[in-house]
């Protein structure tokens, strides 16, 4: 449980906001060629790492507007916060 | 095993005051090469190993543990064992586990107080009854006992939940499992690390796993804060940090990592004899032998690895705790505590060889792996020495992911573990 900067609605309770998982992975631009292995790693397959974290936000009980998080899931600090189609701020 | 336990050796140590225990397992530095190496010594690592020397006759083996024995999710969970599960797969998996269980205390030598004290899953709403009838049927049909209760008989079986029709959620019948319940789970541990140790294997703790070295495609031996150790075989039972491990041959896992919270209360006089689930509103409940009531909380939404958990998920159960139970309004809770769950998309556990010899994973287990530890550790043992999937286990290799073949137990069983 944690505080996060909504960029659209300044800071809120963590509970307000549901966590959509890992960012910038890239949506197949050609579906119907990729073969199961491809399909599987953009479906199921994640990093979940243990340390600095990409990931997708959405305010749910807000503004309900996505944006990105740069996030320390051993700890749970929050590095920074970026609007979608930003580039990450830190890498 | 030098020293046997039984009333005879308790008897003969009563007259030296229990000071002349033998340590129940051994705490070796561990050798340049092994047979086999398990990483993670939990429950299931250590059944694992148990399993290899005890059945497949692998007694090189260590089990490198990062802390202490059964100081991970083994000695973080609410105890509950049950097999009451939806799909063929995975009664097929669960109930295996519940038969070992059934004589595991005479198997180890050990007394891991496995209380068949019946596990009740309540329904609250239409869709519940439904869902939890049909799943009544098809446990019936794999051989499982489970039977429909309906709301008068849930009162009479667990007289303190509150059965009133005005209540938020009303109680409207559950199932029973009566040869579920719960086991002490730090003994469940300390039975397979000593019957492991005594059959010849190294637990080495204390020893954190740095790196896994590869030739080609196949493993050679992993890096430790003690040192660089020869295998060709590893079995890696790491729970929560599983997705670290697989992360270091550049393996990704279909698993994301959460805290799961529980919490006990102050120890009280016997109020709840059996343990009672409600899923929808996500709220569990047992009586420790120490008189502590045990409860279950669900699981932050976001991945993390640190181990508390947030406040309003323990809040959020305790209101619906209060609510089914309002005898317990005046508890004072004692401790809450988090522990990190790997969860897979299906909420199925992987029990699974993977492309690179020699490496084996036995990992998202999420929720509920406590349950499966006896029989968790007996497949992924003949899975690690046989280099193929028991049957029992074939369904939850790796591969489910790219087949599509998902055991889907996500919202089809009891789901709250």
Same mark, same amino acid.
Request: proline share 4%; net charge positive; hydrophobic share 35%.
């Given at each position: 449980?944690?505080?996060?900067?909504?960029?659209?609605?300044?800071?809120?309770?963590?509970?307000?906001?549901?966590?959509?998982?890992?960012?910038?992975?890239?949506?197949?631009?050609?579906?119907?060629?990729?073969?199961?292995?491809?399909?599987?790693?953009?479906?199921?397959?994640?990093?979940?790492?243990?340390?600095?974290?990409?990931?997708?936000?959405?305010?749910?009980?807000?503004?309900?507007?996505?944006?990105?998080?740069?996030?320390?899931?051993?700890?749970?600090?929050?590095?920074?916060?970026?609007?979608?189609?930003?580039?990450?701020?830190?890498? | 095993?030098? +020293?046997?336990?039984?009333?005879?050796?308790?008897?003969?140590?009563?007259?030296?005051?229990?000071?002349?225990?033998?340590?129940?397992?051994?705490? %070796?530095?561990?050798?340049?090469?092994?047979?086999?190496?398990?990483?993670?010594? *939990? #429950?299931?690592?250590?059944?694992?190993?148990?399993?290899?020397?005890?059945?497949? +006759?692998?007694? $090189?083996?260590?089990?490198?543990?990062?802390?202490?024995?059964?100081?991970?999710?083994? #000695?973080?969970?609410?105890?509950?064992?049950?097999?009451?599960?939806?799909?063929?797969?995975?009664?097929?998996?669960?109930?295996?586990?519940?038969?070992?269980?059934?004589?595991?205390?005479?198997?180890?030598?050990?007394?891991?107080? &496995?209380?068949?004290?019946?596990?009740?899953?309540?329904?609250? +709403?239409?869709?519940?009854?439904?869902?939890?009838?049909?799943?009544?049927?098809?446990?019936?049909?794999?051989?499982?006992?489970?039977?429909?209760?309906?709301?008068?008989?849930?009162?009479?079986?667990?007289?303190?939940?509150?059965?009133? =029709?005005?209540?938020?959620?009303?109680?409207?019948?559950?199932?029973?499992?009566?040869?579920? *319940?719960?086991?002490?789970?730090?003994?469940?541990?300390? #039975?397979?690390?000593?019957?492991?140790?005594?059959?010849?294997?190294?637990?080495?703790? $204390?020893?954190?796993?740095?790196?896994?070295?590869?030739?080609?495609?196949?493993?050679?031996?992993?890096?430790?804060?003690?040192?660089?150790?020869?295998?060709?075989?590893?079995?890696?039972?790491?729970?929560?940090?599983?997705?670290?491990?697989? $992360?270091?041959?550049?393996?990704?896992? =279909?698993?994301?990592?959460? =805290? @799961?919270?529980?919490?006990?209360?102050?120890?009280?006089? %016997?109020?709840?004899?059996?343990?009672?689930?409600? $899923?929808?509103?996500?709220?569990?409940?047992?009586?420790?032998?120490?008189?502590?009531?045990?409860?279950?909380?669900?699981?932050?939404?976001?991945?993390?690895?640190?181990?508390? #958990?947030?406040?309003?998920?323990?809040?959020?159960? @305790?209101?619906?705790?209060?609510?089914?139970? =309002?005898?317990?309004?005046?508890?004072?809770?004692?401790?809450?505590?988090?522990?990190?769950?790997?969860?897979? %998309?299906?909420?199925?556990?992987?029990?699974?060889?993977?492309?690179?010899?020699?490496?084996? &994973?036995?990992?998202?287990?999420?929720?509920?792996? &406590?349950?499966?530890?006896?029989?968790?550790?007996?497949?992924?043992?003949?899975?690690?020495? +046989?280099?193929?999937?028991?049957?029992?286990?074939?369904?939850?290799?790796?591969?489910? &992911?790219?087949?599509?073949? @998902?055991?889907?137990?996500? *919202?089809?069983?009891?789901?709250?573990?």
């Amino acid at each position: 449980m944690f505080l996060i900067n909504c960029p659209y609605c300044g800071q809120r309770d963590q509970s307000e906001f549901s966590a959509g998982g890992e960012a910038h992975i890239v949506r197949p631009k050609q579906p119907t060629e990729l073969s199961d292995d491809q399909w599987a790693e953009y479906l199921f397959m994640r990093k979940n790492i243990k340390g600095v974290q990409f990931e997708r936000w959405n305010h749910t009980h807000g503004c309900r507007k996505w944006f990105n998080m740069v996030r320390d899931t051993s700890n749970d600090k929050i590095h920074a916060i970026y609007k979608m189609g930003e580039k990450p701020p830190i890498k | 095993m030098k +020293n046997k336990y039984s009333i005879f050796s308790l008897i003969k140590n009563a007259f030296s005051y229990h000071e002349n225990w033998q340590r129940a397992w051994r705490d %070796p530095e561990p050798k340049k090469e092994y047979d086999a190496i398990i990483i993670g010594g *939990g #429950g299931h690592g250590l059944a694992t190993a148990f399993y290899l020397a005890k059945k497949h +006759n692998i007694t $090189n083996i260590a089990v490198i543990e990062k802390g202490w024995i059964g100081g991970g999710n083994t #000695g973080r969970n609410t105890t509950i064992i049950r097999s009451n599960y939806l799909w063929d797969a995975s009664a097929g998996l669960y109930d295996h586990a519940l038969k070992i269980w059934e004589g595991l205390s005479q198997e180890l030598n050990y007394n891991i107080m &496995f209380s068949q004290r019946g596990v009740m899953n309540l329904a609250h +709403n239409l869709q519940d009854v439904r869902d939890l009838k049909r799943r009544t049927h098809a446990n019936r049909l794999n051989g499982i006992d489970a039977v429909w209760l309906n709301t008068e008989e849930v009162k009479e079986f667990c007289p303190i939940i509150n059965t009133s =029709p005005y209540i938020r959620y009303p109680v409207l019948g559950g199932t029973l499992q009566r040869r579920a *319940g719960t086991a002490r789970h730090d003994a469940v541990a300390w #039975g397979y690390a000593r019957g492991a140790s005594a059959m010849g294997v190294d637990i080495i703790q $204390n020893c954190e796993v740095k790196g896994i070295k590869k030739n080609g495609d196949r493993v050679e031996g992993i890096e430790t804060t003690k040192g660089f150790i020869k295998t060709k075989k590893i079995g890696v039972v790491a729970a929560g940090h599983s997705s670290v491990i697989a $992360n270091m041959v550049d393996l990704k896992l =279909p698993l994301e990592s959460k =805290p @799961l919270q529980a919490l006990v209360s102050e120890p009280v006089k %016997p109020i709840i004899d059996t343990v009672v689930m409600s $899923n929808a509103v996500h709220a569990y409940v047992s009586q420790s032998d120490k008189g502590e009531l045990v409860i279950g909380a669900g699981t932050d939404a976001y991945v993390s690895y640190t181990q508390r #958990g947030s406040h309003d998920v323990v809040e959020g159960t @305790l209101k619906a705790i209060l609510e089914l139970y =309002p005898i317990f309004s005046r508890m004072k809770m004692l401790r809450q505590w988090g522990g990190i769950v790997d969860i897979c %998309p299906d909420a199925s556990p992987i029990i699974s060889k993977t492309h690179i010899k020699g490496l084996y &994973f036995n990992c998202g287990w999420g929720t509920g792996g &406590f349950k499966a530890t006896p029989g968790s550790g007996d497949l992924f043992a003949h899975t690690i020495a +046989n280099d193929e999937p028991h049957k029992l286990n074939a369904d939850f290799n790796i591969n489910r &992911f790219v087949s599509g073949d @998902l055991v889907d137990e996500h *919202g089809a069983a009891a789901v709250a573990h």
